[in-house]
T-cell receptor, first 116, second 109 residues
Framework: NAGVMQNPRHLVRRRGQEARLRCSPM?????VYWYRQLPEEGLKFMVY????????ESGMPKERFSAEFPKEGPSILRIQQVVRGDSAAYFC??????????????FGPGTRLTVT | SQQGEEDPQALSIQEGENATMNCSYK?????LQWYRQNSGRGLVHLIL?????REKHSGRLRVTLDTSKKSSSLLITASRAADTASYFC?????????FGTGTQLKVEL
């Protein structure tokens, strides 16, 4: 059973370009989460999605950032007009459907975005 | 701001010794989890302890939770060089995890 997959693993963009980060959750998982990690810091929650729905985007910057999880295909985190401050590692995690609210999340290897 | 704060920020020990990391949090929780992150990699789930549990074991790992003090500890016994990594506590459940700042553990031969 393949784990959470993210691509690309490394992405270099010039200021002003767009960055698209992809995440395929584990098989059978319907919940996807995106986190951002700045150097020497812990992960910070960005957004939580289920298929075709954004459930919680309280951690997303108000501008330039968007996320989707379509009915078919991977979840996409999109950053428009990137700036140097967007340079970070972006991690995707997934979890199985459930109602208890107590479960672990399975993380992908991350995409390291560098903005030059 | 981070919900969890790990202490110490960094820890260096010899192989075979025990390593203890602490985590404090601010709000009430349903559960607390510990994750490991090797350099340049994603996070690996280690152990989850529920708010009604006080102690949990998994192999060489022992986690305690004191909800009255809003704190948790992770003990790694008989450490190995392969345990070298950053360790994060995370609180939450439901739709998101809130991570602490992490403890960088280095186990030297």
């Amino acid at each position: 059973n393949a784990g959470v997959m993210q691509n690309p693993r490394h992405l270099v963009r010039r200021r002003g370009q767009e960055a698209r980060l992809r995440c395929s959750p584990m098989k059978g998982h319907s919940h996807v989460y995106w986190y951002r990690q700045l150097p020497e810091e812990g992960l910070k929650f960005m957004v939580y999605l289920q298929k075709e729905n954004i459930i919680d985007e309280s951690g997303m910057p108000k501008e330039r950032f968007s996320a989707e999880f379509p009915k078919e295909g991977p979840s996409i985190l999109r950053i428009q007009q990137v700036v140097r401050g967007d340079s970070a590692a972006y991690f995707c995690a997934s979890s199985p459907p459930g109602t208890s609210g107590i479960y672990e999340q399975y993380f992908g290897p991350g995409t390291r975005l560098t903005v030059t | 701001s981070q919900q969890g704060e790990e202490d110490p920020q960094a820890l260096s020990i010899q192989e075979g010794e025990n390593a203890t990391m602490n985590c404090s949090y601010k709000t009430s929780i349903n559960n607390l989890q510990w994750y490991r992150q090797n350099s340049g990699r994603g996070l690996v789930h280690l152990i989850l302890i529920r708010s009604n549990e006080r102690e949990k074991h998994s192999g060489r790992l022992r986690v305690t939770l004191d909800t009255s003090k809003k704190s948790s500890s992770l003990l790694i016994t008989a450490s190995r060089a392969a345990d070298t990594a950053s360790y994060f506590c995370a609180t939450g459940g439901g739709n998101k995890l809130t991570f602490g700042t992490g403890t960088q553990l280095k186990v030297e031969l």
